[in-house]
């Protein structure tokens, strides 16, 4: 991450990146189901953010403030090996997932020799099951 101290100008920019299950592959466990009748798992990734920095006093105090996004609707494939005992595990199920950073950074220019400057991060995420399906299945070994 790269902080920016403060100008007297205000400046800013914003970005946005998309992705969807049209350009994902099928791995093995997703190809296996898809084989047997089920549909591609669907699969879609936008991440997003802004920043902005400017002066609130002119040559004295300055601003920074950053933030992103990140939303995945994901999909895991659960496929036990035991589907005669366990085919209420299986299958393929919605499972979503995001991530969100804030930054804020303020410059105060004392005098000529002394500056002072406060920095604040935020992050909240939520990753309910990032190892889940696969062969993460119980009884996948069996």
Known sequence: ?????????????AFEYFRDQSFSRLNKFEQA??????????Y??????????????KDRLHFFAAAERTKEDKFITVNTGKPQFYSSLEGT???PEYDNT???????????????????????????C???????????ND
């Open 1 to 13: 991450m790269v902080t920016k101290s403060g100008t007297n100008r205000f400046s800013g920019e």
């Open 33 to 42: 189901a898809h084989d047997a009748g089920a549909p591609k798992p669907k």
């Open 44 to 57: 879609r990734r936008n991440q997003f953010g802004a920043s902005l920095g400017g002066p609130l006093i």
């Open 93 to 95: 199920f919605p499972i």
């Open 102 to 128: 804030a930054f804020l950074r303020g410059d105060f220019q004392i005098n000529q020799k002394q500056n002072v400057f406060l920095r604040l991060a935020l992050e909240r995420a939520h990753y309910p």
């Open 130 to 140: 990032d190892p889940c399906g696969l062969t993460a299945a119980a009884f996948s």
